[in-house]
């Protein structure tokens, strides 16, 4: 935390070195702050400032900045938005994007060949996803370039998390009732293996009231911090595991469909307590 707030100060009094003293009015005459009907775009400042810290010290990776530091309802992935509908108050736009899509394949021993040397290949495919979406309305408060606001968001979020499909090149018989497969650390157990893991889809709802600062250090471009707390209701839709193994007294192989029911989570908490930095610029 000590590194953060020193990082962000020393930025601060970087960029205002080549700022006018805290008035309203820039060099030509320019609004320092934003004005009614300014739309503002801003972006997470926060890998900016792991590399700013860096440059400092040591150490490769300067963990107070990691990923959950930064509208953690978010992630990393953030597009944030205002739109002035005064000098004093502001409409808020966020939206949130992650999408992963992971296919993988290993090589593993033909068990049906008499050659050690030949190989067969299993595969798994896996997929994530998260779809998030806050509208808020602020207050703001200051005089010259500090500007405090404070207000609200409502928060919407979709999250898909897809286990796993997988294929195996080695399949069961009767002269092979545990076939050489890959372990990709949770798809076989014993005699049983996984074929799919079914998509589970978390909806999710949260109203966030929340308080932060900006300094302008140029004409209508800041840089600021938020902190927040938020009241969420997520709920989880059913999935399913689909295994197989092979029965040996009737020399078949057996699909097995184990179902996850629908589970529904309540949360209150801060977020950010650990700091976060943006950067806006007002157009």
């Known amino acids: 935390m000590k590194n953060l707030v020193f ?7 970087a960029v205002s070195l080549y700022a006018q003293e805290p008035t309203l009015k820039g060099k030509k005459g320019q609004p320092i702050l934003p004005e009614s009907g300014d739309i503002g775009v801003g972006f997470n400042a926060v890998p900016f400032m792991n590399w700013l810290g860096n440059t400092f010290n040591n150490n490769s990776n300067n963990l107070y900045a ?17 739109y002035m509908l005064s000098n004093k108050t502001a409409a808020r736009l966020h939206f949130g994007f992650n999408y ?12 049906a060949a008499n050659n050690p040397d030949e190989e067969v290949i299993d595969t798994r495919t896996r997929s994530n996803g998260d779809f998030n979406l806050g509208v808020g309305y602020e207050m703001r408060r200051g005089k010259g370039r500090i500007q405090g606001y404070f207000g609200a968001d409502l928060v919407l979020g979709l999250n898909i998390s897809d286990g796993g499909v997988y294929t195996y090149g080695n399949g069961y018989s009767s002269t092979n009732t545990i076939p050489t497969s890959t372990n990709w650390g949770s798809n076989l157990n014993g005699g ?19 308080i932060g600062v900006e300094y302008f250090v140029a004409p209508k471009i800041s840089i600021g911090g938020e902190f927040g707390w938020g009241i969420s209701y997520a709920g989880s839709f059913e999935s399913s595991e689909v295994r197989e193994s092979f029965e040996t007294t009737s020399n078949t192989v057996l699909v097995d469909v184990v ?19 943006f950067m806006f610029f007002y157009f």
């Not at 992963?100 to 068990?111: G, H, L, Q, T």
């Open 7 to 13: 990082t962000l100060v020393c930025s601060i009094l």
């Open 66 to 82: 990691d990923d959950n530091r930064f509208l953690n309802m978010f992630g990393n992935s953030v597009v944030m938005g205002r």
């Open 100 to 111: 992963n899509n992971i296919s993988e394949s290993r090589v593993v021993r033909n068990d």
């Open 192 to 210: 049983e293996r996984l074929l799919s893991t079914g998509n589970r889809a978390t909806l999710s709802a949260m109203v966030r009231p929340f």
């Open 259 to 277: 179902r996850t029911p629908a589970a529904g989570t309540f949360r209150f908490g801060t977020d950010n307590f650990n700091g976060a930095i």
